[in-house]
């Protein structure tokens, strides 16, 4: 089992900056992805970032250039550095952590954090 525990969520103005932290329980020592997801009401869960622990990236296309996933390996913790906020972004971000182990998938997902963008 692992436990994810997320915190940094808020309100927010538009145009403002968020960062939000999510903290595994343990190391995985298998290739794995730990990423951000977010539901805002009346919407369907969606990717906003994902990092591999080698590197790799991958934005949503409404986020490019606005928002920066990034990972401390040695923490277990991946952050999302949330700039030139805008109302639409507002929603429970997810923190989640998947990866493939010999036999079987691994998803695992945090409690949620609200962020909320907004005069």
């Known amino acids: 089992q692992v436990q994810l525990v997320e915190s940094g969520g808020g309100l927010v103005q538009p145009g403002g900056s968020l960062r939000v932290a999510c903290a595994a329980s343990r190391t995985i020592s298998s290739t794995n992805t730990m990423g951000w997801y977010r539901q805002a009401p009346g919407k369907q869960r969606e990717l906003v970032a994902a990092m591999t622990n080698d590197g790799r990236t991958n934005y949503t296309d409404s986020v490019k250039g606005r928002f920066t996933i990034s990972r401390d390996n040695a923490k277990n913790t991946v952050y999302l550095q949330m700039n030139s906020l805008k109302p639409e972004d507002t929603a429970v971000y997810y923190c989640?952590?998947?990866?493939?182990?010999?036999?079987?998938?691994?998803?695992?997902w945090g409690q949620g954090t609200q962020v909320t963008v907004s005069s």
């Open positions: 989640n952590l998947a990866w493939t182990g010999r036999s079987a998938q691994y998803n695992y």
